[in-house]
Each structure stands twice: as C-alpha cells, then as structure tokens.
C-alpha cells in the first residue's frame, strides 16, 4: 500500500501563488506516475499534471504555463508549484500515485486539501 499525505491548502488571492505537497510512504518502490487531479464543486475530478518515474511531465492545457510539478525523490515527495492562480482553480486538490501490484496498474489518493482562489 502507498499513503499519500497533502499539505499546502489554503485561500489566496486571484494572481497569487501556492504550493502544494505530497508525502508518499509505504510501499512507494514501483511507483510509476505520480501526480495531481482537482474537483471542483457540482464538476468531475480531472487529472491537472502528473510525473512519471522517468520524470516526463504532462499538464491539462488550462494550467499549463502556470503550474509546475516537481519532486524530490530523497523526500519521496511531490509538489504543485501554482501560480497566477484564478477563481475557476478552486477545487480540492488531490496527490494520485499509479504503482505497479504483482504486474497490474494500482491507484493511490490522497486524503484531498481545499485550494481556494477568491478576493
């Protein structure tokens, strides 16, 4: 099993920055991708970037050129560099971990944290 641990939520003004963290623990060896979904209220969770091991990144085009995955692999540990942020970013943030288990593709979620973007 993975735990995945966010931190980093918080209310910021339209423009500002945030950033997010992830801590994974467990059985992290096999890890695969890691990455962020957002759901916003009375809308479906989508994917907004992820990382592979390989350390290829991919990011939904409505945060690209404001957000920026990173990690630190001695922290296991990783992060959503969001700037610029804008009201439609409010969501509950989740940390997504996909690991394979005995040669099949597992999901792990973190427990979700509120970003709120509002003046």
């Known amino acids: 099993q993975v735990q995945l641990v966010e931190s980093g939520a918080g209310l910021v003004q339209p423009g500002g920055s945030l950033r997010l963290s992830c801590a994974a623990s467990?059985?992290?060896?096999?890890?695969?991708?890691m990455g962020w979904y957002r759901q916003a209220p009375g809308k479906q969770r989508e994917r907004v970037g992820i990382?592979?091991?390989?350390?290829?990144?991919s990011y939904v085009d409505s945060v690209k050129g404001r957000f920026t995955i990173s990690r630190d692999n001695a922290k296991s540990t990783v992060y959503l560099q969001m700037s610029n942020l804008k009201p439609e970013d409010t969501a509950v943030y989740y940390c997504?971990?996909?690991?394979?288990?005995?040669?099949?593709?597992?999901?792990?979620w973190g427990q979700g944290t509120q970003v709120t973007v509002s003046s």
């Open positions: 997504y971990a996909a690991k394979l288990v005995g040669g099949v593709l597992g999901d792990f």
């Open positions: 990382i592979t091991s390989g350390g290829k990144l």
């Open positions: 467990g059985s992290i060896s096999s890890i695969v991708v």
